[in-house]
T-cell receptor, first 116, second 115 residues
């Protein structure tokens, strides 16, 4: 059974710092991995999706990497801003033995606070 | 991308009552899902809403407690029945992907507090 772990659970940094959020998963048989942002009491906003054949994806100040063989992904945030404060969720989409896809499996998230 | 709206955005309900949450998508989608996020926890899939047939429920969730409708390819409802304080959560509607390489999108959520 696929399990997703995110470390750290919470992170507080001063504005301007570059930071890395970590995600690990137990089964490397995945179709893709997706990073989401969730503001308090709100829904999820998709940030980046990495296909299993890709090593990384970039969007603005965000860069996500994927090492499928070791079951790890990182989300790098450059020059952090107070507006980046949110919970960041990692989710993997496993594939099953019949070659189809399974439903997303989520980590518990990393709560990021960027202090002015 | 898909734009998803949910109603209500939040509600406070009394124990023993029921609440129906609506999910509207701006385009036709095959896959629609309902998730629950309890305080301080990650997302748990409740069920997949199938158009024209009964929903498919995950382990630990039953139709009597969480009846779901999916009358067409752009709309679904989730009812939380006979509520208790343990049902206090954010309920999220989600759509996609139609192909495995696509992004899955989420609605803004419905924040429910049961007293």
């Amino acid at each position: 059974k696929q399990e997703v772990t995110q470390i750290p659970a919470a992170l507080s940094v001063p504005e301007g710092e570059n930071l890395v959020l970590n995600c690990s998963f137990t089964d490397s048989a995945i179709y893709n991995l997706q990073w989401f942002r969730q503001d308090p009491g709100k829904g999820l906003t998709s940030l980046l999706l990495i296909q299993s054949s890709q090593r990384e994806q970039t969007s603005g100040r965000l860069n996500a990497s994927l090492d499928k063989s070791s079951g790890r992904s990182t989300l790098y945030i450059a020059a952090s801003q107070p507006g980046d404060s949110a919970t960041y969720l990692c989710a993997v989409r496993p594939h099953n033995l019949r070659g189809g896809s399974e439903k997303l499996v989520f980590g518990k998230g990393t709560k990021l606070t960027v202090n002015p | 991308s898909a734009v998803i709206s949910q109603k209500p955005s939040r509600d406070i309900c009394q124990r023993g009552t029921s609440l129906t949450i609506q999910c509207q998508v701006d385009s036709q989608v095959t896959m629609m899902f309902w998730y629950r996020q309890q305080p301080g926890q990650s997302l748990t899939l409740i069920a997949t809403a199938n158009q024209g047939s009964e929903a498919t429920y995950e382990s630990g969730f039953v139709i009597d407690k969480f009846p779901i409708s999916r009358p067409n390819l752009t709309f679904s409802t989730l009812t939380v029945s006979n509520m208790s304080p343990e049902d206090s959560s954010i309920y999220l509607c989600s759509v996609g992907p139609d192909r495995v390489q696509e992004t899955q999108y989420f609605g803004p959520g419905t924040r429910l507090l049961v007293l």
